[in-house]
């Protein structure tokens, strides 16, 4: 494998990259712990929280989803939250370590509508803050990315969820060419882009490996690249898969790690049935960010204070906000499309047959 001079990671074939995942996995690790040393302070963890300002009730049918409104699953659907409600909630996770916010809406796309426009100020709000404010809305056009962007968003957030084969088997109402256009938008505006997967859906190795292939070969790499181990919720298509191994976990951790060697590897969904040892082995391995949990406004949040415990056992220290960039200024809003200009986004209309059968 020969370095690419703008993009060091995009050499790598899938072969060797299939053999760097199937390396002992104490090589493994040790080469992994190695490149995230060149890259960031094996030391500091970012801890970032998933807020859910607008939940449940989506027309998609992503198979592991609860919030997909055709399957019947426990979720509380929730109207999208107001700006004291997220202040409140963005004050706490504040509090309580976290130097980034992600806010997700259950919608297909962002429409240029008036709760658009709220989430504008939502985004002015938690910008105001100094956190890092990430949102995770569904497709985005070029226009809404630069109005998120004028409001002072920092990062946004559109998963590849596995590669673009396997995506086929997983969601039929979205395609991966959109996810890809969605990036793009992103990036153009000037965001930075955060984009993972979830494994444990009944992909192959390969699948991981080949989606890891496409983030590498964005150019640039997105800057945030979370690993979820997919949470298999009653009631969805998925809901039979079984529990991930956390040391396919760390593979993939690893594998990442050493392919997209400036990006921040973020422990995301799972990591609550992860003991402190497992987690402990990820951080190794180069994750360098966990999500803290969604229910900020109401409870407690009992597992913040674990994590804290967690992070004073390993030495470990939060990172900051915008340790890797600039916090945005908000400008001004280039507003709202002409008729003319609305993108309409596809429909692949492919059929799954288990998504099919669950909601029935
Ligand atoms: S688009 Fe998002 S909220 Fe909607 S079903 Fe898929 S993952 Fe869930």
């Not at 967690?310 to 908000?330: I, V």
């Amino acid at each position: 494998m020969t370095a690419h001079p703008h993009n060091p990671t995009s050499r790598w074939t899938l072969e060797e990259l299939q053999q760097l995942h199937d390396l002992p996995l104490m090589e493994l690790l040790f080469r992994a712990a190695t490149v995230h040393r060149q890259y960031h302070d094996p030391n500091e963890v970012q801890v970032s929280s998933l807020l859910s300002i607008k939940t449940g009730g989506c027309p998609e049918d992503c198979g592991y989803c609860p919030q997909a409104a055709r399957y019947h699953t426990d979720i509380e659907e929730n109207a999208l939250m107001t700006v004291e409600q997220v202040r409140t909630a963005a004050e706490r996770a504040k509090g309580l370590g976290s130097s980034r916010l992600c806010m997700g809406a259950a919608w297909r796309n962002v429409r240029d509508d008036d709760e658009f426009d709220q989430v504008l100020d939502l985004v002015r709000t938690v910008n105001g803050l100094d956190m890092e404010v990430c949102a995770t809305l569904g497709m985005l056009t070029p226009n809404q990315a630069e109005r998120l962007a004028a409001a002072g968003l920092y990062a946004y957030n559109h998963n590849l969820d596995s590669s673009e084969e396997y995506y086929k088997e997983v969601i039929s109402t979205r395609g991966y060419e959109d996810r890809l256009e969605t990036i793009g938008n992103a990036r153009r505006a000037g965001l930075t882009v955060c984009s993972g997967g979830i494994i444990g859906m009944g992909e192959t190795v390969v699948d991981r490996l080949k989606m890891l292939l496409t983030l590498a070969s964005l150019d640039p790499v997105p800057e945030s690249v979370p690993i979820n181990a997919l949470v298999a919720v009653e009631g969805t298509p998925l809901e039979e898969q079984k529990p991930v191994d956390i040391f396919e976990m760390v593979r993939m951790i690893a594998v990442t790690r050493i392919l997209i060697p400036s990006t921040t590897v973020r422990l995301s969904a799972g990591r609550k049935d992860m003991s402190p040892e497992g987690q402990a082995l990820c951080f190794f391995a180069g994750a360098g960010s966990i999500f803290a949990g969604d229910k900020l406004l109401t409870t407690p949040n009992p597992e913040a204070f674990a994590d804290m415990e967690l992070f004073s056992a390993l030495g470990l220290k939060p990172t900051q906000a915008y340790a890797k960039g600039e916090r945005p200024t908000p400008g001004n809003d280039p507003g709202r499309p002409t008729e003319k200009q609305r993108i309409k986004w596809s429909r692949p209309g492919h059929r799954i047959e288990r998504n099919e059968a669950k909601r029935k």
